[in-house]
């Protein structure tokens, strides 16, 4: 009542309380603000590192088992490799997205899991970009790099799945082809590599010329991620903003190529209009992903 009373009574007063109160409040919000980032940046610190060492365990786990597991006929090999891969890496992103270290949009993948066999060819900003399908579409078969067969935490996995070894080419086309008429699933990156810039790099002809020999569509899929984290050149252990947005949708689905060289200009043109707006392009124009992470500048 006393501070009402010379609130009214005193105009000048009132003023000047409030002056102090605001003054009071800043100097105790002032030390608050400069804490939350600096905490908040410490936990997603510790938050990355104990996903990548969750998912550095969960391949090692799955590659000791995976050995013996060679021992399999070719065909039950094959299963439990991909099956157990899935779930490894659909238990990782579960608990990435409960802990807020991710937040993925994959709902247009599950159309795939019983769709007729295609050529996947996503854009690839990020390293994730295969773990996530994998997540959530278990049937396919990846082409990977040698390097990816004979790491020892994926090799063994990947090898037991029977994914397709990137080299020689012939080889590479011959298992593609093979997997299409098993009625699988090939997924490979027109790029070849990871997108080094805006809107998607150079494409290359295998996933035009593995369509062509097995008569089977090409699907596009748009990966967009607002974040750097995996991108050519991002340190792995650099801290990100979270959670790191990750969103598939379905594209354009393309006829079996009949001239595989009109049908990568064909291709390249999609994907340049399709991504023109997409979340990465503004990292990508910038070099976010060889310097700093856009949320921590």
């Known amino acids: 009542m006393l501070l009402l009373r010379t609130l009214v009574l005193r105009p000048g007063g009132a003023l000047r309380r409030r002056q102090g109160v605001a003054e009071l409040q800043k100097s105790h ?12 940046r410490l936990l997603e610190s510790v938050l990355l590192s104990v996903g990548l060492g969750f998912f550095a365990v969960l391949c090692l786990v799955w590659s000791v088992i995976a050995l013996p ?59 994730l970009d295969a773990l996530l399908i994998i997540a959530y579409v278990p049937r396919v078969a990846c082409v990977l790099k040698s390097s990816l067969l004979n790491n020892p935490l994926l ?59 097995a008569g089977v569509p090409v699907q596009t899929l748009i990966i967009e991620s607002d974040s750097p984290f995996g991108s050519k050149g991002s340190p792995l252990l650099r801290p990100q ?41 503004q990292w990508l124009e910038s070099g976010t992903s060889r310097g700093e992470s856009a949320g921590h500048r």
Not at 29 to 40: F, K, Y
Not at 162 to 172: A, F, G, L, V
Not at 173 to 201: D, H, M, Q
Not at 252 to 281: H, I, M, N, W
């Open 155 to 213: 090799g063994a996995g990947a090898r037991l799945a029977r994914y397709i070894r990137h080299d020689p080419p012939r080889s590479m086309i011959r298992s593609a082809v093979a997997e299409l008429e098993r009625g699988g699933i090939v997924l490979l990156f027109p790029e070849g590599t990871r997108t080094t810039r805006a809107p998607i790099n150079a494409l290359q002809a295998g996933v035009g010329i593995i369509a062509k020999q």
């Open 29 to 40: 919000t002032e030390p608050a603000q400069t804490l939350a980032p600096q905490a908040r």
């Open 241 to 281: 903003t979270m959670p790191m947005g990750y969103r598939f949708r379905l594209g354009r689905r393309f006829d079996p190529p009949t001239d595989t060289r009109a049908f990568v200009t064909e291709l390249d043109r999609y994907f340049r209009q399709t991504l023109a707006g997409a979340p990465q392009q």
């Open 69 to 127: 597991l060679m021992l399999l006929p070719l065909r039950w090999g094959r299963r439990c490799g991909r099956l157990g891969i899935f779930a490894g890496f659909r238990l990782l992103f579960s608990w990435a997205g409960l802990c807020g270290i991710m937040r993925i949009d994959a709902r247009a993948l599950l159309a795939l899991c019983d769709g007729p066999p295609v050529v996947l060819a996503p854009n690839h900003p990020g390293f």
